[in-house]
């Protein structure tokens, strides 16, 4: 058998969870902000008519926060965000404004960068555009 004995195989189980639930706690640990949502559907549009979304965060660091850079996909989606520092467990949020090019199914990436983060947050906007 692969183990000597049981004492063992548990002494083993128990380190693994132990490691796994540290792991995950250093992942949060990281996180700048707390998303409201991630994806936001805008259901069926029509084409070349523009529609907004606010993308809410609230920031979950002890000093000032700020948005680096916001990223889209496509030039029809539009970012717009504020370059003031973000309080320490203050509210704030992203505005997309999306006008449709071209129709049927989309979904659009944003890339949210913050200063305290070496990974952008990903949001995403979907839909279903017709004439």
């Known amino acids: 058998m692969f183990f000597d004995s049981r004492d063992h195989m548990i002494r083993l189980i128990f380190v693994f969870i132990l490691y796994t ?5 250093q992942q949060n640990a990281f996180k700048s902000v707390q ?10 549009l029509y084409s070349k008519e523009s529609v907004y979304y606010e993308f809410e965060f609230t920031s979950l660091k002890d000093m000032p926060l700020l948005i680096d850079n916001v990223r889209t996909t496509c030039g029809c989606a539009a970012p717009d965000w504020s370059y003031d520092p973000i309080e320490p467990k203050s509210r704030n949020k992203i505005n997309i404004k ?3 090019k071209t129709t049927g199914y989309f979904e659009k990436k944003i890339k949210v ?6 990974k952008p947050d990903l949001l995403l906007i979907k839909g279903f555009v017709v004439l």
Request: proline fraction near 4%; hydrophobic fraction near 40%; glycine fraction near 4%.
């Open 98 to 100: 999306f006008t449709p």
């Open 113 to 118: 960068f913050f200063n305290e983060q070496k």
């Open 21 to 25: 639930n540290i792991a995950i706690g």
């Open 35 to 44: 998303w409201d949502t991630l994806v936001h559907n805008f259901d069926t």
